[in-house]
């Protein structure tokens, strides 16, 4: 895979600085029930990395500690974990929003029967991976039968009143384009995926998140191999808005890996650029307990055009609405 980080560190990009922090998160291994070609940290059923009880102990003694409000729990499929529902319970019980960026076909895995009664229990929200409401499109990205899988998942999950009005039980889908362009109006795409979910499946959810594509990892090394990376840089740094600078995810989020390492967000920890703090090579979410990190600067580099980009873009949709 071609390494897209030389390149990008030459790429100048605004500095950014830190402000409160309100969201962990976490990335609790790299084990999947899928193995999708995309994928941006390769998962698979045969990976091992998995976050430890004692990480998440830190994790859980950290939301306390620091009042976070929101705990997002990434992977692999997260809820393989050994420790997911205890890290989910405990941090409820503290009154936390938390967060599961559920890959929907998890739910029909046999041992998680019941992960979708869990999750509603515990009024966790769940957002959902659906690159496009057409089957071939995700079957192509994803493998054969996922959407098939992904509509079962998500009608088990409406059943137990997910993405429902009044239920409580938040059911956000999020797209990325299928190749070197930028995401279209997440508004006008959000009405276009309820109109076909709902007529054709019976589906309904409440929210989607437009994400642009990263020239990082699987698909910045596609950028290289199709020598279209300058290319889709420049499209990323033309569509560049100042305006979007103050909303982009680092500087109320910092993300940690399987083992406890932290990053400004998840894509610096896919390139491995770990937080500046204190002259830490590396610093570990132990070792931020104590600390207040608002107003540290941020690790920038030329990726980071692409949550800057048009609409703009981050773990949570486009930042702006500007551009239906
Ligand atoms: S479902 Fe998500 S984590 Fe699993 S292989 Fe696919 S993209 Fe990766
Ligand atoms: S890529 Fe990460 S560090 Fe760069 S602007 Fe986006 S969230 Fe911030």
Known sequence: MHDTLPLLEKIAFPP???GPLDTLQ????????QSCVHCHVAASPNRTEEMS??????VLAFLERRRIATLDITGGAPELNAHFRRL????????VRVMDRCNLTILEVPGQEDLASFLAAQQIEIVASMPCY???????????GVFDGSIRGLKKL??????RDGSGLVLNLVYNPQGAALPPPQVALEAD????LGERYGVVFNGLYTMTNMPIQRFGSMLISKHQFHSYVDLLRHAHRDENLDGVMCRNLISVDWRGYVYDCDFNQMLDL????????????????ADDIAGNPIRVAGHCFGCTAGQGSSCGGALKEAAE
């Open 274 to 289: 770990p937080l500046a703090h204190n002259g830490h090579a590396r610093p570990h979410l132990a070792d931020l307990i």
């Open 88 to 95: 989910a319970v405990a941090a409820r019980d503290m009154g």
């Open 26 to 33: 976490i990335n609790v291994g790299y084990r999947c029930n």
């Open 193 to 196: 995926y309820k109109r076909v």
């Open 53 to 58: 009880g004692a990480v998440i102990d830190v």
């Open 134 to 144: 057409l089957e071939d499109n995700v079957d192509r990205q994803r493998g054969k």
């Open 16 to 18: 950014i600085r830190r």
């Open 158 to 163: 409406n059943a137990l009143g997910y993405g």
